[in-house]
Each structure stands twice: as structure tokens, then as C-alpha cells.
């Protein structure tokens, strides 16, 4: 089974084609095998990201190197989160708090600072801090995200009106 998809931009035009095959194998979603139709919407849905990758351009040249350079990291099989350990969920929560206590200085620095680049400067004040400050700290955050975490579970019920 295949999936040819052509690509455009709204205001650039052509960009590209892309064909997603499957030659073998089922697809299964909790155990289930799913019938073709579902696998081609799933496949549709998986090329997708290649026109998400060049939604916000604000040129030609920018449309189609952000589809080539997506396109090619599919390719390479080098696409999703980077290599090594998965962080922690209440790290963003670290983060946030760290942004939160920012002095002017450091706020200035960070504003500075590319946008890729800013979790890593949060996390470098983080580890910074002494041990008793950054244990505390760390506390803190998993605390919050456990709170989320209630939060979230507390909204989530099955209601029939």
C-alpha cells in the first residue's frame, strides 16, 4: 500500500512529492488489525508533518529547505526527540521556575539568548545553584508537576448530559 502525496505552499507554490509505502506487515492499534482504509488516513496523516515543517515560511527558499531538510531527517531515520535519555517530567517545571526568579541580568541574557538555545541556559543557572537551593528546588518541581498531574485527572470524567 502507498500514500503519494504532492506538496504546496499557499503562497510559494510547489515544493515537492512525497510517497509513503508499506509492503508488508499489518497495522495493529491495541492488538487490533486495521483494515487498509484506516492505514492510508494513518499514512496520510504521517506525511503531514512534512507540510508542518514548512507552514510558517517567509520564502521560497525557506518553504523548501524546511521541506527538504524534514524530508531528509525522515529519511535518515533521524527525526523526533534527540539521542539520549528521555528528560524527566518535571523538568520543564524546573525550567519555568528558574525563568520565574530571573534577575534583570539574567533576564537580559536570556532574551538574548537563540530560542533553541534557552532551555539549556535555564538549566545551566539550574545546576549552578548550590546543592541545598537545587534539591529544594527540584522538590518544588516535582511537586508541581504531580499537582498537574492530579489536576488534569480531576477534569477527566465520563458525563452524560
Given at each position: 500500500m502507498?500514500?503519494m502525496?504532492?506538496?504546496?505552499?499557499?503562497?510559494?507554490g510547489?515544493?515537492?512529492?512525497?510517497?509513503?509505502?508499506?509492503?508488508?506487515?499489518?497495522w495493529?492499534?491495541d492488538?487490533?488489525a486495521?483494515?487498509?482504509?484506516s492505514?492510508?488516513?494513518?499514512m496520510g496523516?504521517?506525511?503531514q508533518?512534512?507540510?508542518?515543517?514548512?507552514?510558517?515560511a517567509?520564502?521560497?527558499?525557506?518553504?523548501?529547505?524546511?521541506?527538504?531538510?524534514?524530508r531528509?531527517?525522515?529519511?535518515e531515520?533521524?527525526?523526533?526527540?534527540?539521542?539520549?535519555?528521555?528528560?524527566?517530567?518535571?523538568v520543564?517545571?524546573?525550567?519555568?521556575?528558574?525563568?520565574?526568579?530571573l534577575?534583570?541580568?539574567?533576564?537580559?541574557?536570556?532574551?538574548?539568548?537563540?530560542?533553541?538555545d534557552r532551555?539549556?541556559?535555564l538549566?545551566?543557572?539550574?545546576?549552578?545553584?548550590p546543592?541545598?537551593r537545587?534539591?529544594?528546588?527540584d522538590a518544588?518541581?516535582?511537586?508541581a508537576?504531580e499537582?498537574?498531574l492530579?489536576?488534569?485527572?480531576?477534569?477527566e470524567?465520563?458525563?452524560?448530559?
Open positions: 502507498q500514500v502525496r504532492t506538496f504546496s505552499h499557499r503562497e510559494f510547489h515544493l515537492g512529492e512525497a510517497t509513503l509505502a508499506v509492503e508488508k506487515g499489518k495493529t492499534l492488538g487490533q486495521l483494515p487498509d482504509a492505514v492510508e488516513y494513518l496523516f504521517a506525511l508533518s512534512l507540510q508542518d515543517a514548512y507552514a510558517g517567509k520564502s521560497q527558499e525557506a518553504a523548501s529547505a524546511a521541506f527538504d531538510a524534514k531528509k531527517r525522515l529519511i531515520g533521524a527525526i523526533g526527540r534527540t539521542a539520549g535519555p528521555a528528560e524527566e517530567p518535571h520543564r517545571f524546573i525550567r519555568q521556575m528558574v525563568r520565574n526568579a534577575s534583570p541580568d539574567n533576564k537580559a541574557r536570556y532574551e538574548q539568548t537563540d530560542a533553541k532551555n539549556k541556559f538549566m545551566g543557572l539550574f545546576t549552578g545553584l546543592t541545598t537545587r534539591d529544594r528546588l518544588q518541581a516535582r511537586t508537576h499537582a498537574s492530579a489536576a488534569k485527572a480531576a477534569t470524567f465520563e458525563l452524560t448530559i
